[in-house]
């Protein structure tokens, strides 16, 4: 068995430590040593993916925003999913992540950051929102933290409160649609999100194919109107 090893470490604008580690053929990126994210363990990223594009199929020039990076699981479903002539932004808050993704990964899905159709931008998702025009995006996913309870960064919480649904709703096309991922269930989210004049479903996502059962949610709003 292979030693767990730390690769690089960085900090966010709040204090808090992200490393990247590599063990057994795998990756793991952890916060203040706690498990955040692995590539063991992406089918819920890719499920994340076809709920937000699952309408977008044989559209032409659509506009999709990713909030989150990560290993690059979701951007590669994303890019699987939507047309030739897509756009798909991907916001990541930490330039780290992205450098990860291309020194570490590029074997994995770090060579997709090179895709003609992607468009990195470093920053607070919820500011990049805030900069779209109306009516800019097809979709939105949203896999920042872990999801509507935030780890590496307190002001992704604007994300998930009436503040960050009304963000959504002006740059979301009209019947756009928003998913959020989310380590797990969470009835009152899914209840703000409907007061907000969304169209809600909760889809149960599993961490790994293998596995028993979903341990993840996928919650996907439909714009009305």
């Given at each position: 068995m292979k030693p767990f090893t730390t690769i690089a470490q960085a900090r966010t604008s709040e204090g808090a430590e992200l490393t990247l580690h590599s063990h057994d053929d795998h990756f793991y990126l952890r916060v203040n040593r706690q498990p955040l994210m692995g590539t063991n363990a992406s089918t819920s990223e890719r499920v994340l993916a076809e709920q937000a594009c699952a309408k977008l199929t044989g559209v032409g020039g659509?506009?999709?925003?990713?909030?989150g990076l990560g290993f690059g699981f979701t951007l590669k479903r994303v890019l699987q999913l939507v047309a030739k002539d897509a756009i798909v932004e991907v916001a990541e808050l930490l330039p780290e992540v992205v450098n990860w993704n291309r020194e570490f990964l590029g074997h994995l899905n770090?060579?997709?950051l090179d895709d003609p159709r992607v468009q990195i931008a470093i920053g607070d998702v919820f500011q990049i929102i805030n900069r779209a025009p109306n009516a800019h995006f097809d979709a939105i996913m949203l896999d920042v933290d872990n999801g509507p309870i935030a780890m590496v960064?307190?002001?992704?919480s604007r994300l998930y409160s009436t503040r960050g649904f009304d963000a959504i709703s002006r740059v979301l096309k009209p019947r756009g649609r928003v998913a959020f991922w989310s380590a797990s269930q969470d009835d009152a989210f899914a209840k703000r999100l409907g007061l907000a004049g969304y169209k809600v479903k909760a889809v149960a996502a599993k961490a790994y194919e293998q596995a028993r059962r979903p341990s993840h949610t996928i919650f996907v709003g439909d714009r009305m109107g």
């Open positions: 659509a506009r999709v925003l990713i909030g770090g060579k997709l960064h307190d002001g992704n």
